[in-house]
């Protein structure tokens, strides 16, 4: 088949919708009966008007990916009842009537192209053809026929040197398409119909600005829902047109050839064969109503003016219900819109805000990203502090993403491209840990896309003076200020003290409010005596009450502090949450309160509590923790990080949904996902032996108040004499100053930035590098910070330390006139291996030498020494072996794993004397040792898949192992990136992308599918696969009303958000190979124009 013809038949169907939008956009004109006069030249109108566009104006003709972009999604169905058009008797018989009756006249090719160059010559001919005559003989039409030839001539005069003029074509088309019956639209064949469509298209594309009008409006309109389609020069379009011209006069003398029956035969059987989308009508008039308020927003976002943009805050008035729909918020507070409506804001000015915890800072920033997501088509990375805080957010936003069709991606521990996949059509929410981001951000800048980002919001942005990770995230602040800018960054915190020095860091306007929806009353507690603190009083303490708890001697020495009369006042009416100094005293805080609580906390809520305890123990394979299974009951838990994530999240939804009413927990829970209560009690002024900050403390009875619930929240502290003093300064001093942490730790936060700089060519000489350390937050808060040095003195003793390692190489360079020389800094293997695989400059020198040593001895037999390569060096100070279990699990293995201890540097003979409390005199690393009693631990998980076991076995709590799980995860795909930027360590990657996703998990393979998706965590899974959920295309299409029927214990509000985040993974995975197929089938841009003369034909 004629390549041609093929392409014609595959084309045929997606016209059939054309005719009922033809009805709709055309004006309706009463005209007579079409004349019988016959015509040896038939040409329709469609065809004559793009024969003569582009005998005038062969630049406005439409390119092939132009035509790919026109939409056809109807469900009409054209044939009615007939299933085979071929098998009607009657039709066909009326068919060939209608041949009779306008029968064609065909000729010769030499004749046709006679007729061609005569059009050529003589455009006008065209229009005086009787069939355009046939479209209507009333004056009016004469009138518009005149007219389009007035415009011809007219063009003609104007555009004798050659120019384009695009006016009077949009006259010939607008007035030639205004004389078409509607009745006859569905007459017309589909070839015609589509020159009509398009080239109709094309004239709104090309309308001059001179003529700007309502009409011209509306086309403008249209022609903004295409905005990826790719402009020509005209060149190009000439090209094109030329081969366009040559493939549409093959196709007209094939048809000329056929009678009109089996012309109609070959068009109808096309429609018939291709698919037909699957879109319903009303679907349709709601993405075009959504698509227009998108606009409408998008012209109004533009505005300076806080006054009045758009239906909701420019955004579509969908957002505003989805917004009450999944956080039952129907009105923004005072504060928010007064935000969102600043001149800052609309100018897209960096901004930071802080406000009081629970003020609704979050809300705020999620409104300015969907503005840029949705308005103005750019890409957002949100940072959070937290992983748990990232799954949070990609499942509350999910449901965004699919009902406004833009990505929502995850980047925290293992999960996240580097770089991102490039999308052409949607657009990416990034939602990313500090470290993620940093990765992040370095992919894009050396990819050249860090201007994709329109936009960055920082939560926490206190986070910027707490160690190692407030360095990290300095470092992304910097370099998207230095490397970009277009794009906006909004810094939000409750807890911030010299916003002056991050305003001059990040360029940014401020705004602040003590706005808090609750009331919040703070109190101190010194023995049995409860003080509100006061501003105004001379000592910050105002006496309020005493506690009329009864004790008796027992619960005295046992509760000397009288948790059980501070919580029993609020408890079980109200919620409370007691932190606790460490995680033992929460343990042991929780079964203490059980003991002397009535029983009636047993009976209420009793079945939901069952239910609880049920669900704890599907998670650890049929075990509960004991402390749980006996507080659980009385509606009490504890809360930290030596629970499992199963674990934690399952008491989170608890005690929101109200079926717990007390949490005993650390300071964690107050900077992580938000639990309120009417009460909370801070049960010593110490964080283990540390005593409070007042950024911790203000965290911490932040949680008090329930917005919606409570009218007023309170905080107690309990305290003792001797720390009345420290105590009083904690609760009237101003918050603690944010200060870069780039000399952290050995200054190691600078020389990461120096390595990664280099290494991204964005400052590769000393006078780049001190130029962009200036803009760093260390450069603003300079003469704070330095005791007698200068940043110049700074930087170059970092940049010694970087030479001496064999990270970065200097090499002398000369200038354009060759006078001047200047040392040029680039980076060696080694360091840009480093910097690629965010590797800790501590670590990587042992890391390279691991990797080398275990070249010439690799034991494939197991997982167990390539686990070693990949356990977090940073880990191993947490952890002391048990010299027992250690000696009882090398004799546990085979002979190919025990081989690994000698391999690694372990013998059996130091196992042994340990075990049995013998001097050792032989001298081994005791870090190898320390580090390979971690990989047991990884290697027993990864084998047993059972937390529960594996916690017992090496007595350990459940979390830290689930938290040594996620971190080699992470560093396993950073030694993977490290690998694959060395050829020496081919040979690894293969290796370490398989344990790399193996460890991710740590779940049967069947699993994996189910567990990407985020809130799926291993229980879950299990669940969702034995009720017959075996994948994510499962997932993504299951009804949440009936997984709520289907798997035990889980809400309505889960399931909708388990369903979102399939369909917004499946939607990803589907739009990146999307993607990548129409990536290989792209024409090259720099393709060299192909000529085939006949010399050179075959």
């Not at 729909?325 to 969102?340: A, S, V």
């Not at 003093?725 to 120096?754: A, F, M, Q, T, W």
């Amino acid at each position: 088949m004629d390549l041609d013809q093929a392409n014609e038949s595959q084309d045929t169907n997606q016209w059939v919708p054309v005719r009922k939008r033809i009805r709709e956009k055309n004006i309706r004109v009463n005209t007579p009966p079409p004349s019988k006069k016959k015509n040896n030249n038939y040409l329709s109108v469609p065809e004559m008007i793009v024969k003569q566009e582009e005998e005038i104006h062969p630049a406005a003709s439409l390119t092939q990916d132009y035509m790919e972009q026109v939409d056809c999604d109807s469900q009409e169905d054209l044939f009615g009842d007939y299933d085979s058009f071929a098998d009607d008797s009657c039709f066909l018989a009326q068919l060939e009537d209608a041949e009779r009756q306008y029968p064609i006249f065909t000729s010769s090719p030499a004749e046709s192209e006679q007729e061609d160059r005569k059009d050529a010559v003589e455009p006008l001919t065209t229009f005086q053809n009787p069939n355009l005559l046939n479209c209507s003989q009333s004056n009016d039409n004469k009138a518009h026929k005149h007219s389009a030839e007035d415009a011809i001539l007219a063009t003609d005069k104007q555009d004798s040197s050659g120019k384009k003029s695009n006016v009077a074509s949009e006259q010939i088309c607008t007035e030639a398409l205004s004389v078409l019956h509607v009745g006859n639209v569905d007459e017309l064949p589909s070839s015609q119909l589509a020159l009509m469509e398009d080239f109709n298209s094309t004239l709104i594309k090309h309308r001059s600005k001179s003529l700007v009008s309502e009409t011209s409006e509306v086309s403008n309109y249209c022609v903004n829902d295409h905005p990826n389609i790719p402009s020509h020069s005209e060149n190009e379009t000439l090209s094109l047109n030329k081969i366009q011209n040559q493939s549409r006069t093959t196709n007209s003398g094939a048809n000329k050839q056929m009678s009109l029956k089996d012309q109609m035969k070959n068009a109808m059987a096309g429609n018939a064969a291709a698919p037909v989308p699957q879109a319903s009508r009303s679907k349709q008039l709601k993405e075009i109503g959504l698509s227009e308020e998108i606009n409408i927003a998008l012209k109004t976002i533009e505005a300076t003016s806080g006054v009045d943009i758009g239906p909701f805050y420019g955004l579509p008035s969908k957002v505003k219900d989805l917004i009450f729909q999944f956080k039952g918020i129907k009105e923004l507070y005072e504060w928010q819109h007064t935000c969102l409506t600043l001149e800052s804001v609309q100018e897209r000015k960096n901004l930071i805000y802080s406000l009081p915890t629970s003020g609704g800072k979050t809300l705020v920033a999620e409104i300015l990203f969907m503005q840029e997501l949705l308005c103005r088509k750019n890409d957002v990375l949100f940072v959070l502090p937290y992983v748990a805080l990232v799954q949070e957010k990609v499942r509350g936003l999910s449901s965004f993403g699919i009902e406004f069709d833009f990505l929502v991606e995850e980047y925290a521990g293992s999960k996240g491209k580097f770089p991102p996949i490039k999308r052409r059509r949607k657009k990416s929410l990034y939602i990313a840990t500090i470290e993620k981001a940093h990765s992040l951000v370095n992919s894009l800048i050396e990819t050249e896309r860090i201007n994709s980002l329109g936009l960055v919001v920082v939560d926490e942005l206190h986070m910027l003076g707490e160690g190692s990770r407030g360095a990290i995230l300095e470092m992304v602040l910097s370099k998207i200020l230095y490397t970009s800018k277009n794009t906006q960054i909004i810094g939000m915190s409750a807890t911030l003290n010299n916003v002056s020095d991050l305003q001059r860091f990040l360029r940014a306007e401020h705004y602040t409010s003590n706005f808090r929806p609750v009331q919040l009353k703070e109190f101190v507690k010194i023995h049995d005596s409860i003080y509100e603190v006061d501003n105004k009083s001379e000592d910050y303490f105002t006496f309020s009450r005493v506690l009329s708890y009864k004790y008796s001697s027992n619960m005295e020495k046992i509760d000397p502090d009288h948790l059980i009369a501070l919580v029993t006042e609020v408890i079980p009416k109200y919620s409370c949450l007691v932190f606790c100094p460490t995680k033992k005293n929460c343990e042991n805080v929780s079964k203490m309160l059980c003991k002397y609580l009535s029983k009636s906390f047993i009976t209420l809520k009793q079945k939901e509590k069952c239910i609880l305890i049920e669900e704890l123990k599907s998670i650890g394979n049929g075990i509960v923790c004991p402390i749980l299974r006996q507080t659980v009951p009385y509606g009490l838990a504890y809360h930290h990080s030596g629970l499992t994530s199963d674990e934690r999240k399952l008491i989170e939804e608890a005690y929101s949904e109200g079926i717990l009413c007390l949490l005993t927990c650390t300071s964690t829970l107050a900077a992580g996902v938000n639990l309120p209560a009417r009460r909370v009690v801070l049960r010593s002024p110490y964080v283990a032996r540390d005593f409070l900050r007042r950024s911790q403390y203000k965290q911490m009875i932040g949680r008090a108040g329930r917005a919606g619930i409570d009218t007023q929240g309170e905080s107690i502290l309990i305290t003792q004499e001797q720390d009345k003093k420290l105590v009083r300064d904690l609760v009237s001093r101003p918050l603690e100053g944010c200060y870069s942490n780039l000399l952290h730790d050995n200054e190691k936060g600078i020389k990461d930035l120096l390595l990664s700089l280099i290494g991204l060519k964005v400052a590769q000489t000393l006078d780049k590098i001190v130029e962009f350390m200036a803009g760093t937050l260390l450069g603003v808060q300079q003469e704070q910070l330095f005791k007698g040095k200068g940043i110049l003195e700074v930087i170059e003793q970092a940049l010694e330390q970087l030479l001496e390692k064999g990270l970065i190489e200097s090499k002398v360079s000369s200038s354009s006139n060759e006078e001047e020389m200047y040392h040029k800094l680039q980076v060696t293997k080694l360091g840009h291996a480093t910097f690629k695989g965010s590797i800790d400059l501590v670590y990587c020198d042992t890391l390279n030498t691991d990797l080398k040593k275990s070249l010439e001895g690799l034991v494939l037999g197991n997982y167990l020494h390539l686990i070693y390569l990949v356990t977090p060096y940073d880990m191993v100070s947490q952890c002391t072996p048990d010299w027992m279990v250690y000696f009882r699990q090398f004799h546990q293995l085979d002979i190919v794993e025990q081989k690994v201890f000698a391999i690694v540097g372990v013998p059996e003979s130091f196992l042994t004397k340990k075990a049995s409390g013998q001097a050792v005199r032989k001298t081994v690393d005791g870090f190898v040792v320390a580090r390979f009693y971690l990989s047991l631990v990884l290697y027993s998980l990864f084998k047993e898949m059972n937390t529960w076991a594996v916690a017992q076995k090496f007595n350990m709590s459940r979390g830290f192992m689930q938290n040594l799980l996620n971190s080699a995860a992470a560093f396993s795909s950073s030694v993977l990136h490290f690998c694959e930027e060395l050829e020496e360590f081919w040979a690894y990657q293969a290796l370490f992308q398989d344990l790399t996703h193996k460890l991710s998990y740590c779940v049967k393979p069947e699993l994996v599918s189910l567990m990407e998706v985020s809130g799926v965590l291993e229980a879950r899974a299990r669940q969702l696969y034995k009720a017959g959920y075996k994948s994510l295309s499962y997932l993504a299409n299951a009804s949440p009303e009936v997984l709520v029927q289907t798997i035990k214990h889980m809400s309505k509000r889960q399931a909708k958000q388990i369903v979102s985040s399939a369909k917004m993974l499946l939607n990803e995975k589907a739009e990146a190979l999307q993607e990548e197929v129409e990536e290989l089938l792209q024409l090259p841009i720099d393709l060299p124009l192909q000529s085939v003369s006949n010399e050179t034909s075959w």
